[in-house]
């Protein structure tokens, strides 16, 4: 993940605004930034824990535009606005982009190009719900046959 700030750095060395998937696949260039705004998600873990978590989010689109492109002084001035108008803080950026569905990337910084990164689902609670450090392989007819109510350590409820 890279915060805010680290993403205009990198802006006002950059000459062009590109992006890219880990496995290779780049953003076709006239790719749109619908959306810079805050993202706030509160929650409670299956421990029971109040989350609280709050990120910067980019919103990538590409239309029929072909011809367009998003330099970086303009996505600079695009931040600069919404970090006025929003209060946005220096939080860490998340990115939004469809593929089969919309899915929700991390970013680096490789070069000139910023690389949309995986993440990842994780249980919060684990000391609480027993899991162990090794992620537990559970033959799915174990886990259909778990009783309502029954979230033990080693219960496979989480």
Not at 19 to 44: A, C, N, Q
Not at 108 to 132: D, E, M, R, Y
Not at 134 to 149: R, W
Request: proline residues 3%.
């Amino acid at each position: 993940m890279m915060k805010l700030s680290e993403i205009k750095k990198h802006l006002k060395n950059m000459t062009s605004v590109s992006f890219e998937l880990e496995d290779g696949m780049r953003v076709p260039e006239h790719f749109h930034i619908t959306e810079v705004g805050v993202s706030t998600k509160d929650f409670i873990d299956c421990g029971g824990t109040v989350r609280h978590e709050k990120a910067v989010n980019f919103q990538l689109w590409q239309a029929t535009d072909f011809e367009h492109r998003l330099l970086p002084d303009k996505l600079l001035d695009i931040i600069t606005l919404s970090e006025k108008v929003l209060g946005i803080e220096d939080l860490d950026v998340e990115v939004e982009y469809q593929l089969n569905t919309i899915g929700k990337y991390g970013i680096a910084v490789n070069g000139n190009k910023f690389i949309l990164t995986s993440k990842h689902t994780a249980c919060l609670a684990g000391n609480v719900c027993g899991i162990p450090e090794d992620k537990q392989n559970i033959p799915s007819a174990a886990v259909n046959t778990v009783s309502k109510g029954s979230c033990t350590p080693g219960g496979g409820c989480c």
